[in-house]
């Protein structure tokens, strides 16, 4: 993967973004509520770079980042697991990934997304339609993947996530996912909320804790300003003791790398391996989807890789 802006204007300022940008697990009401917050402001800018995006596919993309960021909070190991929407609208859908080691990735379908007038707020559900959401998780321990698939249901990725969880998992869940923009429409704070109630939580501390993130400020002006992911939920759940347990990075990542985009070629069938090798184009470009790399061959590397699986010819 090649990242082509990496956020920051200096090696000290990208430094600094990457120390910032982290995920930290807690609790709540003695273990009643699990919670994840999460300052994803680096990943969600070199996401847009990467993708080359504008203001409303950043919105849809970063927002399926930061949901898939706050998922991987439980992963293990070598767990990862995927958030996938198809659906009618003009996004057509998107894949966001993520996995234990809080590397995300990802892609839409779509881009740029055709709208037929200036967006008059940040309301995406005609833009997504009618459609599914499906999350596959892919344990180390287990012997297949999991996957839960619901309708989509809001138009709201956070909503339609929290919908997942209570309807595939039965576990009432609230996300909170938010990307802040300056007027000349750069990324400024982007985080996320992810709060789950375990079954011992009274209908009381759910109700209350539903009020206190509606009313929470938004996540992207609280980054924009610098506020620390501990203080915040320190300030806002205080009633009900937070007690935080670790904390670990947040970072756009895609492990593709030109060796690997080499071996797809290596598979190609004969002869259109061959159609390559005579008629081109020069240099051959191949493009990761997940992060949008572009790796080229020149012809004597195309030359190489037919010559050695077929000499004869």
Partial sequence: MIKKEPYGKTLKD????????????????NGAIRGV?????????????????????TLVLGRAYLGAGLMSADLKSADRLSIKIDCSGPIKGLVAESNAFGEVRGFLQNVPIPI?????????????GAGFLEVTKHLEDAKQPFTGKVAL??????????????????????????????????????????????????EELTMDLENRVKNLPSLGDIFTEDKDPESLVRD??????????????????????????RSYLTLLPIDELKDIRENGPFPLEMRCHHCNTVYSFKKSAIMEIYGKRFPDN
């Fill in 14 to 29: 990208q430094l600094l973004a990457g120390a910032k940008d982290r995920l930290y697990n807690f609790l709540l009401a």
């Fill in 37 to 57: 917050i999460m300052n994803g402001t680096r990943m969600v800018n070199e996401m847009r770079a990467n993708h080359e995006l504008g203001i409303l596919e």
């Fill in 116 to 128: 037929d007038k200036p967006m008059e707020s940040f309301d995406l559900s005609p833009f997504f």
């Fill in 153 to 202: 249901k809001y138009g709201n990725i956070a909503q339609d996530l929290a919908n997942y969880y209570l309807t595939s998992e039965q576990i009432p869940t609230a996300f909170n996912l938010s990307i802040k923009f300056d007027r000349d429409g750069n990324v400024t704070g982007a985080g996320g909320l992810f709060l789950q109630a375990m079954p011992e939580a009274r």
């Fill in 236 to 261: 806002v759940f205080q009633k009900h003791a937070p007690r935080f347990l670790s904390n670990r990075r947040i970072e756009f990542m895609c492990h593709c790398n030109k060796e690997r985009l």
